[in-house]
Each structure stands twice: as C-alpha cells, then as structure tokens.
C-alpha cells in the first residue's frame, strides 16, 4: 500500500514560482521512479518530468530549463521547483511512482496549477 500526497499548487501570475512535493506514505515498499505529470483541460496527459531512484532525469523539453525535480529517498518525497511559469503551465499536476519489485503505478489526486497572464 502506498498513498501520494500532493501539495504546493495555487494560482500565481506568469513569470512566477511554485514548487511541488508529493510526499508516499505507507509501509513495506521501495521507490523506484517517481515524477510528474500535467493535464490540462481538452489536452492529453503528459510527462513533465521523473527521476530514478539512483538519481537519472529526465525532463519534457518545454519545461526544461525552468523546472526542476528533486527527491528526497529517506523521505519518499519528490518535489518540483517550478519558475518562469507560463499560462500554458496551467493544468492539474498528478504525482506518479513505480514500486521496486512490483508491476503498475500509483496515482495521487492531482494539484492544480494555474498561471495567470
């Protein structure tokens, strides 16, 4: 059993920041990959970014360069420090991890983001 809890979305003008942490909770597992995805409305989701447990990135190439994604492993928790934000930031961002030693993901709720202009 895990569970995601996201936080750190809200509603700031372009050119601002905000910063994302997606916090698993629960017992017996291990994290391999965690990261980001965003859905805005009408639009497909999309990978904005993850990392490897051993520290690999890997990074839309829009958010590139103004985002960057981080984790804590003792902490479970993976963060996404946002800057230079765009309107086409806006869209709900979902947490997503994979389990060492299991098949699927997990989802959390979703945070969502919305850059005014």
């Known amino acids: 059993q895990v569970q995601l809890v996201e936080s750190g979305g809200g509603l700031v003008q372009a050119g601002g920041s905000l910063r994302l942490s997606c916090a698993a909770s629960g017992s017996g597992f291990t994290i391999n990959v965690m990261g980001w995805y965003r859905q805005a409305p009408g639009k497909q989701r999309e990978l904005v970014a993850y990392?490897?447990?051993?520290?690999?990135?890997n990074y839309g190439y829009v958010e590139k360069g103004r985002f960057t994604i981080s984790r804590d492993n003792a902490k479970n928790t993976v963060y996404l420090q946002m800057n230079s934000l765009k309107p086409e930031d806006t869209a709900i961002y979902y947490c997503n991890v994979n389990l060492l030693g299991r098949r699927g993901d997990y989802w959390g709720q979703g945070t969502q983001v919305t850059v005014s202009s």
């Open positions: 990392v490897t447990r051993g520290g690999a990135l």
